[in-house]
């Protein structure tokens, strides 16, 4: 005979592995490109359950998506950018452009670029229709910012010109993954040396660019 105390147990573990199959079932859906992935009853299809289990386990759509968002969030960690402490100036800058170069073709990069297609281009419109996932989106910045300063805080950097460098970065190389994926002409190790170069002849603490 079971006791209520093992039934809630199994039952509580049936719940956080179905919570579990849906977020990776999102991320791999929307990590195909396919603006249809974007979409709970498709979730709840690749699953084989249906739209109530997924209200029932994330509130709604909404709640879904700050969920998934959330859990890539997790898998960078806290702080994506970590710099050797005995690493030179150059050494740093190329650090982090090729960590967002490598990361952003990963699966989890893939679908976050395909949620954010399919959502409000206009922040207040998406924080009306979508306040949860807003929320995960906009704790991102703050967090970037202050790993990109932490990167250069032994550094006598100007932290105005890091902030910049940190706003410019994931931009610029979402355009060199673009381009590596759409296929280009162009020779893209070329390009990450010329980006490397700008920045780090921006950010050099004799430099008068202004």
């Not at 979730?43 to 289990?53: H, S």
């Not at 989106?137 to 970037?144: C, F, R, T, V, Y």
């Not at 280009?184 to 040396?193: H, I, S, V």
Request: net charge neutral; aromatic share 6%.
């Amino acid at each position: 005979m079971t006791d209520a105390g093992t039934t809630g147990r199994r039952s509580n573990k049936r719940g956080i592995a179905t919570r579990e199959n849906m977020l990776e079932a999102a991320l791999v859906a929307l990590a195909t490109g396919d603006p249809s992935a974007a979409s709970g009853n498709r979730i709840a299809k690749e699953i084989g359950a249906t739209w109530g289990v997924v209200k029932y386990q994330f509130g709604d759509i909404d709640g879904l998506w700050a969920a998934v968002l959330h859990r890539t969030a997790e898998r960078r960690g806290d702080l994506p950018v970590r710099i050797d402490p005995a690493a030179s100036l150059r050494e740093r800058v190329t650090g982090i452009i090729e960590l967002l170069y490598t990361g952003l073709s990963e699966t989890d990069s893939r679908a976050i670029e395909t949620l954010r297609a399919a959502l409000p281009r206009d922040h207040a419109e998406l924080e009306r229709l979508y306040p949860r996932t807003a929320a995960e989106l906009a704790s991102w910045k703050p967090l970037w910012y202050n790993a990109c300063q932490q990167a250069f805080a032994d550094l006598d950097i100007d932290p105005v010109r890091v902030r910049e460098m940190a706003t410019l970065i994931p931009g610029a190389v979402r355009g060199l993954v673009s381009e590596q994926q759409l296929g280009t002409y162009a020779d893209l190790d070329e390009a990450r040396r010329g980006l490397i170069n700008a920045i780090v002849a921006y950010l050099e603490p004799s430099s008068g660019l202004r």
